[in-house]
């Protein structure tokens, strides 16, 4: 009988099976401690209903938004118009520390990818319509600033079908092509030129070479030329933290329309 055990993501309730949780949420890029064994209690339950002083009002106050340390929990604390909330500090989307994101209007915004979610109930919006991040109670005594560790409003987080970029299929396997298929031949032009008013190019000329060499060889060939799509560059969130840096890009995710789309299908699928 396998000995391997199921973790569950406290982010975004993903079920992994193993000896242990793993490196990473590959639903939502969680870390291992936020994994927790689902035949054992949670860490943080014998705290549940338990008041944290979290800091002083007045120094609190001095910012919209800050993360805060309740227990083993941590949690996005938000100031806006006198008056203190706090919710989960994990995004839905890629668990992104909320609480070192920005507010714009009543919307707390993720630093990651800009997920936003209502600072005070947490319900979502945009790309995070359908999902909410958990709430908790705030109160302030004597000045200084308490947070409760039970939830006041749960963490939902609508199903989505994953992304068509992650259904890969090798040869030979259900839907992928015949073991015996003829080779699959790409060739990226990267030649940065007006596409209007071609010039000539001795490297697309070599590429151009390849891929008919490949077509005689009985391979399926396609060309693609970067300069002819409409892409957004790079928008860096890797310099932020590893896991913010998404497969597939968070801009395909939240730009079906992006040029480098038939780029990365070209190479996955």
């Known amino acids: ?43 943080c339950t014998a705290a549940a209903e338990t008041w944290h002083d979290v800091g002083a009002a007045a120094e609190l106050a001095q910012r919209e938004v800050q993360p805060v340390s309740a227990g083993c929990a941590t949690l996005a604390l938000v100031h806006r118009n006198g008056v203190f ?13 909320l609480g070192d994101g920005h507010l714009d209007g009543s ?14 109930c947490g319900t979502g919006e945009g790309p995070a319509a359908g999902d909410s991040i958990a709430t908790h109670a705030v109160k302030v005594d004597n000045g200084r600033v308490l947070v409760n560790t039970a939830e006041l409003t749960p963490r939902t987080r609508v199903p989505r079908e994953p992304h068509p970029l992650t259904r890969t299929a090798g040869r030979g396997e259900p839907g992928g092509p015949a073991a015996d298929a003829p080779l699959r031949v790409v060739g990226i ?17 070599l590429l151009n070479a390849a891929l008919t060499r490949a077509a005689a060889q ?29 497969w597939p890009c968070s801009i395909t995710q939240m730009d079906p329309a992006d040029g480098m789309t038939p780029v990365y299908e070209a190479f996955v699928q």
């Open 107 to 120: 919307y707390l915004v993720c630093p990651w990818h800009n997920w936003r979610f209502d600072c005070q």
């Open 218 to 246: 009985g391979a399926t060939t396609r060309l693609i030329r970067l300069a002819e799509l409409d892409f957004r560059a790079c928008e860096g969130y890797y310099s932020k933290s590893s896991r913010a840096c998404t």
């Open 85 to 97: 909330t706090a919710l989960s500090g994990s995004c839905n989307h890629a668990g992104g520390p």
């Open 189 to 205: 032009s990267t030649t940065n030129m007006d596409v209007r008013n071609p010039r000539y190019s001795t490297s697309d000329k």
């Open 1 to 43: 009988m396998s000995s391997s055990r199921r973790w569950l993501c406290t982010v975004c309730g993903y079920v992994h099976e193993g000896d242990g949780p793993p490196e990473c949420c590959p639903a939502c890029g969680a870390l291992p401690d936020q994994f927790t064994a689902q035949d054992e209690p949670a860490a």
